[in-house]
T-cell receptor
């Protein structure tokens, strides 16, 4: 099955700086890579996703890049704000095996944006 | 407008006392998932339904069972909760087989005394 590694586990940046979180995956057949933000005690919420036929996607201050050859993808947050503080999870889709596809999550990155 | 609803939000049970958590969705999605999330960890998939087809993860303990009586509802039954089962239980839905966004419910936090 799929294995997703995520780094760093914690990240502290000053407000206004950029934050980068990196993930690698093992299954070359994976084709969907979402990023979820989870605030303390709340549900994971999708913030951006990318499919394997695209190399980069941007939504305002958030961007994701995908390198299929190297099997890694990254989340970039620019002009960070205190409300960006949360735990971020990357994920990759396990191959479809005749049932629904499944997500394998990375271990999470706790982002702290300081004033 | 809640799309994935979980009840209760907080559940306290005693060691060994069966408990049922419920999930409902207004999205009419084919797929429903149950995850267990412990503190500071990623969500861990327990099982999922594609329509009525049940798919168990290989490492999900037998203590955990699920039912999906119709498209909208899915239940997680923990037959004999142990202290190690204390966690947040998240329900999620997605539209179809191909990799799609999963919509998460707010979760049920289970405490085992």
């Amino acid at each position: 099955g799929e294995n997703v590694e995520q780094h760093p586990s914690t990240l502290s940046v000053q407000e206004g700086d950029s934050a980068v979180i990196k993930c690698t995956y093992s299954d070359s057949a994976s084709n969907y890579f979402p990023w979820y933000k989870q605030e303390l005690g709340k549900r994971p919420q999708l913030i951006i996703d990318i499919r394997s036929n695209v190399g980069e996607k941007k939504d305002q201050r958030i961007a994701v890049t995908l390198n299929k050859t190297a099997k890694h993808f990254s989340l970039h947050i620019t002009e960070t704000q205190p409300e960006d503080s949360a735990v971020y999870f990357c994920a990759a889709t396990d191959r479809v095996t005749g049932t629904a596809s499944k997500l394998t999550f990375g271990t999470g990155t706790r982002l702290q944006v300081t004033l | 407008d809640a799309m994935v609803i979980q009840n209760p939000r907080y559940q306290v049970t005693q060691f060994g006392k069966p408990v049922t958590l419920s999930c409902s969705q207004t999205l009419n999605h084919n797929v429903m998932y149950w995850y267990q999330q412990k503190s500071s960890q990623a969500p861990k998939l327990l099982f999922h339904y594609y329509d009525k087809d049940f798919n168990n993860e290989a490492d999900t303990p037998d203590n955990f069972q699920s039912r999906r009586p119709n498209t909208s509802f899915c239940f997680l039954d923990i037959r004999s909760p142990g202290l190690g089962d204390a966690a947040m239980y998240l329900c999620a839905t997605s539209r179809d087989k191909v990799g799609r966004e999963q919509f998460f419910g707010p979760g049920t936090r289970l405490t085992v005394l």
